[in-house]
């Protein structure tokens, strides 16, 4: 945060290489950004002079930029480079980000970068809870949430999911139900018990299915 209470312009690193056709259009772009206060430091690395900055970040393409938190590969136009610098200074963004990178295939990506930052699960309930959110976004989070199955990152996440529980939406109760069980906490029972008189079939099924795989068998 700076002095008046804002978030910091994000810094930018933008690898390019000799010949590539689409890096001085990004790097203009980013330029203009910096110009215009939108981006704090920018450094940019010829890969083909430096290609040891390459295999530190894994890079294989170019451009490839790190802007803030965000890692983005490929053309970019002048607008989304000023909407990413936008977004790196507010928590949403990462919703955004993951949504891209869910889109795209990124799985295992998205997984990495939470269990380096367990918070960003905030992000990933966020797009839970929007109605809107893709089939192949909302599939991804499910794969993440859970790749983390029974952990305590997870456990400590049964308040977020009782929100979810008591969505108007049918299908996210029934992912919630799922995910209270993922948890392997004791203290999803009562929010699964609630969920058995749910008006909607899916969502009993899926709270008695949960319920009974966290209830000791008498």
């Not at 910096?34 to 970040?57: C, D, F, H, R, W």
């Not at 049918?170 to 008189?197: E, K, Y």
């Amino acid at each position: 945060m700076n002095e008046t209470g804002q978030a910091e312009a994000p810094d930018a690193l933008l690898l390019m290489a000799t010949g590539c056709p689409h890096c001085p259009t990004v790097l203009k772009g980013l330029r203009e950004l910096a110009n215009s206060g939108l981006i704090g430091k920018l450094e940019t690395v010829n890969i083909s002079e430096q290609p040891e900055v390459a295999q530190q970040y894994g890079v294989r393409t170019v451009p490839w930029l790190r802007l803030g938190p965000f890692e983005l590969d490929g053309l970019r136009t002048p607008g989304e480079l000023r909407q990413w610098a936008e977004r790196a200074r507010s928590p949403e963004g990462m919703d955004e980000y993951f949504r891209e990178l869910l889109v795209a295939g990124q799985l295992h990506k998205v997984i990495s970068i939470v269990r380096q930052e367990t918070g960003h699960f905030d992000s990933l309930i966020r797009l839970l809870s929007d109605p809107g959110t893709a089939l192949q976004v909302h599939l991804g989070i499910s794969a993440i949430i859970e790749d983390f199955a029974g952990s305590e990152s997870l456990q400590k996440l049964v308040p977020r999911f009782g929100e979810l529980s008591r969505s108007e939406n049918p299908r996210i109760r029934t992912d919630a139900a799922h995910f209270l069980a993922l948890t392997g906490s004791a203290d999803a029972i009562p929010l699964l018990q609630r969920l058995v008189d749910d008006p909607d079939a899916q969502v009993r099924e899926i709270a008695e299915e949960s319920l009974a795989g966290l209830q000791p068998e008498k």
